[in-house]
C-alpha cells in the first residue's frame, strides 16, 4: 500500500512538472507572435505647463472595442504597451478638467506613438474631442520604412497575389525578377534592399520569422493578400530587436477581427483567350 501511495507522488510530480513545462511554451510563443505590437505612452499637462497626476487613460481599439487603462504618474506620464496595429481613441480624464478625447490614433506595427494631451479646466463632462492628422513623416523612432495598409494592397493589381512582392513599392528596393514573374509561391520577392544580398533579408508573418535559413532565403510560406492588414517595409536604421537580418525587413501583419460582421466575396478570371493581341500578331497581313 505505501509503495503505491509513493508512485502516486512520484507519478503527480511528474504531471504536475509537465504540465508547467508546457505552460511555459505557450505563454513563450504568445509573446513571440506577438513581436508586431507597439505601445502609446505621453505626458498629461495643465495649461500652465503642470503635470497632471492621477488622470484616467482609457486607450480603445475601434475596430475591436478592445480597451486598456492606466493612470498617469507625479510627473503626469503614462504608458500601455502590447497593442496590436490599429486605429484607436485615447480618452483622458481628470478632476476639475474637461475630457480630452483623441480618434483616429494610428498605431504602426511595432512602432511607438505618443499621445500629449493638455487639459483644459472645466467640467468633466464637456469633452475636447481631436482628430488624429495623418503624417508622412513618424518621430517616434529613427527607423526608415514605408508602410502599405488594407485599403491600398486591395486597390493594387498584384500579379501572383503574394503580398511580400509589395516591397518592391519602396524606394531603395529593387528585384532581378520583373513583375509578370511574380507567381503565389515560395519566394522571397530576390529583392536588393539597399543594395543587400537577397539571402541578407527577413521575410516575418505576425512577427514569426517566414525564412528558410538552410534554403538560401525561401520563404516558407504565402499569405493570401485577402487577409493582410498592412505590410511594412524596413529598409535601415531599424531597431537592433528586429535582429537576424543586414539587410531589409518585409512585415507581413494579418487582419484581426472587429466587432461589426463583414466578409468578401470575389472570383478572379485569367484566360488567355481575353488578352489583348501582340503587336506582331496584328502587324500580319491576312490573306484574303
Same mark, same amino acid.
Given at each position: 500500500m505505501q509503495k503505491r501511495e509513493a508512485t502516486s507522488q512520484v507519478s503527480s510530480k511528474w504531471v504536475a512538472l509537465?504540465?508547467?513545462?508546457?505552460?511555459?511554451?505557450?505563454?513563450r510563443t504568445t509573446n513571440l507572435a506577438q513581436s508586431d505590437n507597439a505601445q502609446i505612452s505621453g505626458f498629461?499637462?495643465?495649461?500652465?505647463?503642470a503635470a497632471v497626476p492621477g488622470a484616467s487613460v482609457v486607450i480603445k481599439n475601434e475596430g475591436s472595442n478592445y480597451e486598456r487603462t492606466a493612470k498617469t504618474n507625479d510627473s503626469g506620464y503614462y504608458i500601455i504597451t502590447a497593442l496590436p496595429p490599429g486605429f484607436y481613441t485615447v480618452t483622458i480624464e481628470a478632476g476639475g478638467f474637461k475630457k480630452?478625447?483623441?480618434?483616429?490614433?494610428?498605431?504602426?506595427?511595432?512602432?511607438?506613438a505618443t499621445v500629449?494631451?493638455?487639459l483644459t479646466l472645466g467640467e468633466v463632462t464637456e469633452t475636447i474631442e481631436v482628430v488624429a492628422s495623418v503624417s508622412s513623416v513618424q518621430s517616434e523612432s529613427a527607423t526608415v520604412g514605408k508602410l502599405l495598409?488594407?485599403?491600398?494592397?486591395?486597390?493594387?493589381?498584384?500579379?501572383?497575389?503574394?503580398?511580400?512582392?509589395?516591397?518592391?513599392?519602396?524606394?531603395?528596393? *529593387?528585384? $532581378?525578377?520583373?513583375?509578370?514573374?511574380?507567381?503565389?509561391?515560395? =519566394?522571397?520577392?530576390?529583392?536588393? %534592399?539597399?543594395?543587400s544580398r537577397?539571402?541578407?533579408?527577413?521575410?516575418?508573418?505576425?512577427?514569426?520569422?517566414?525564412?528558410?535559413? *538552410?534554403? $538560401?532565403?525561401?520563404?516558407?510560406?504565402?499569405?493570401?493578400?485577402? =487577409?493582410?492588414?498592412?505590410?511594412? %517595409?524596413?529598409?535601415?536604421?531599424y531597431g537592433a530587436e528586429y535582429g537576424r537580418s543586414g539587410g531589409g525587413q518585409v512585415r507581413v501583419v494579418t487582419k484581426s477581427g472587429t466587432q461589426d460582421f463583414h466578409g468578401t466575396a470575389y472570383e478572379f478570371l485569367r484566360n488567355s483567350a481575353l488578352d489583348a493581341n501582340t503587336w506582331s500578331r496584328n502587324s500580319r497581313t491576312i490573306p484574303p
Open positions: 509537465f504540465m508547467s513545462v508546457m505552460l511555459c511554451l505557450v505563454l498629461i499637462k495643465d495649461p500652465t505647463g480630452f478625447q483623441q480618434t483616429k490614433k494610428k498605431l504602426d506595427p511595432n512602432i511607438a500629449d494631451a493638455e495598409e488594407s485599403s491600398q494592397i486591395a486597390l493594387m493589381q498584384l500579379n501572383g497575389r503574394n503580398p511580400v512582392l509589395l516591397a518592391r513599392l519602396k524606394p531603395g528596393v *529593387r528585384s $532581378n525578377n520583373s513583375m509578370s514573374e511574380f507567381s503565389f509561391g515560395l =519566394a522571397s520577392g530576390n529583392f536588393n %534592399i539597399n543594395g537577397t539571402q541578407d533579408n527577413l521575410i516575418t508573418y505576425d512577427g514569426a520569422v517566414a525564412i528558410r535559413t *538552410r534554403a $538560401n532565403g525561401t520563404s516558407i510560406g504565402t499569405a493570401d493578400v485577402d =487577409a493582410v492588414q498592412e505590410v511594412q %517595409i524596413l529598409t535601415a536604421n
